[in-house]
């Protein structure tokens, strides 16, 4: 399998390259499994985000991170789901599209995660961003919520993300754009 090398935090990982379409390849990062490159990485961009009360990040890349933010930073963070449970009755919700999920899906969060929302100041972090659905996604429902975002963070800014001003990120990642 093709792979690309991500240098990142002092540490290399090989990135299996995987197809999307006929055009397209990307780089798949999966932290998951990695309590390495989590820690550096939740540690470095603390350092470069602004003060918050609570961390924000949609399932399911993004929730290690989120986590691990949490515990070096604020101590508290919220996920948005991909789908309802039981327990989440009367969710706030949003639809999205982001670049490795070919079908719409919905982001939801519980009542009680947007009461502790309401007033505080919010980073929003994940994993990737890509086409930017998924943050702003995210941002909607922190808006629906009562929350304010003081930043918007990820580990990799890929493709044409790299080029935004309005978020943090560590490192670029590319596209490989077949001909
Ligand atoms: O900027 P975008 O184009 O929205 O892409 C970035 C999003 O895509 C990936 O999640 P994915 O949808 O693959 O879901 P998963 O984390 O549940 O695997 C990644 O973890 C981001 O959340």
């Known amino acids: 399998m093709k792979t690309y090398e991500l240098k990142l935090c002092g540490l290399t990982r090989q990135l299996p390259i995987c197809p999307v379409s006929d055009k397209l390849d990307i780089a798949a990062f999966i932290m998951f499994g990695d309590v390495e490159v989590t820690v550096k990485a939740a540690e470095e961009l603390l350092k470069r985000c602004p003060e918050h009360d609570v961390v924000v990040t949609a399932e399911a890349k993004g929730i290690p991170l989120a986590y691990e933010m949490a515990r070096q930073g604020c101590g508290k963070y ?7 449970k039981l327990y989440m009755p009367d969710p706030l919700k949003v639809e999205v599209r982001s670049i490795t999920t070919d079908r719409l899906q919905t982001l939801y969060i519980s009542r009680e995660d947007a009461q502790s929302l309401k007033g505080k100041r919010v980073l929003v972090v994940d994993d990737v961003i890509s086409t930017g ?4 996604a995210m941002d909607e429902l922190i808006g629906q919520a009562g929350g304010t ?3 918007q963070a990820a580990v990799l800014a890929e493709g044409d993300a790299a ?8 490192e670029p990642l590319p596209l490989f754009f077949k001909d």
Do not use: N, Q, W
């Open 133 to 136: 659905e998924s943050l702003h």
């Open 149 to 151: 975002i003081v930043g």
């Open 78 to 84: 919220v996920v948005a789901r991909k789908s309802t």
């Open 163 to 170: 080029d935004r001003k309005d978020i943090i990120y560590l």
